[in-house]
């Protein structure tokens, strides 16, 4: 067992801006109003809110990668989108986790969103308050995750397997990016903490058989390989791209 040394919470989480742009989280009020909050977004637009800016901000950020990568595909667009999102999220949580001993507050009603930014999602938390790390899986996966499957499966034909399979890579990719700093910078505290954490939740439900437990390889395809001139992924679960059919090639989507 990993003996956790508490430290509070800063107010802007200054600590993450170190581990580069993925952990980066800002705080206080968005740079300019309104941006919904991640709560808004998973939310059924035309029932709860009607009069959204952005429309429904979840298809208007899958149609903005969309048309950024030129995808012959909608679902692929939602792939690398929610991966892109999952992402943040959890490297904001393991990085504060290891880094402070504490977990800040990602309550959806609290994190607003911008999804008419750049990569890595923009993200603004309005209130810093502290969680136990414990409180880590609650937060991200059941808190985002399985709302943001559910948003995304309700609008897109898109497999479940493959949005967990994002949801556990992307835990992967910032343990490994949490790992390699905390090793540059002579933390092995910060690097046990990572690690058991990464592990506990990755054997948890809707995480468990994502990734092979040794190799931390998928089990699923993120759906890159179909992306004009993509290639296959670090974790990739096929050991070659599959071939395409020839229609499909470096085709962008119709509007």
């Keep these: ?25 800002r705080t206080g009020a968005p740079p300019r109003d309104p941006l919904p909050t991640l709560a808004r977004a998973y939310a059924d637009p035309e029932v709860d809110h009607p009069r959204e800016v952005y429309g429904d901000p979840v298809i208007f950020r899958v149609r903005k990668v969309a048309q950024g ?17 999952a992402a943040r999220l959890w490297s904001v949580a393991l990085g504060a986790a290891a880094l402070y001993g504490r977990l800040p507050d990602l309550d959806p009603e609290l994190l607003h969103w911008d999804p008419d930014g750049s990569a890595p999602d923009d993200l603004w938390l309005s209130e810093v308050r502290a969680l136990p790390v414990g409180a880590i899986g609650t937060v991200v996966r059941d808190g985002h995750l399985g709302p943001l499957e559910s948003a995304l499966r309700s609008r897109y034909r898109v497999s479940p397997g493959l949005l967990r399979g994002n949801a556990g890579s992307a835990l992967a990719g910032a343990w490994r990016q949490l790992d390699r700093w905390a090793r540059d910078h002579h933390r092995t505290d910060v690097a046990d903490r990572a690690r058991e954490l990464a592990v506990g939740l990755l054997a948890e439900p809707g995480l468990a058989g994502t990734l092979d437990p040794r190799t931390l390889r998928r089990r699923s395809c993120c759906l890159y390989y179909r992306l004009p001139g993509g290639g296959l992924c670090g974790d990739c679960c096929f050991d070659r791209p599959p071939e395409l059919p020839a229609g499909r090639r470096g085709t962008a989507p119709r509007s």
Excluded at 1 to 25: E, K, R, S
């Design 69 to 85: 990568l030129g995808v012959p595909e909608s679902r692929i667009a939602v792939s690398v989108a929610q991966q892109a999102l």
């Design 1 to 25: 067992m990993v003996l956790l040394l508490f430290v509070d919470l800063d107010p802007d989480l200054a600590a993450l801006d170190a581990l580069g742009g993925f952990f980066v989280l």
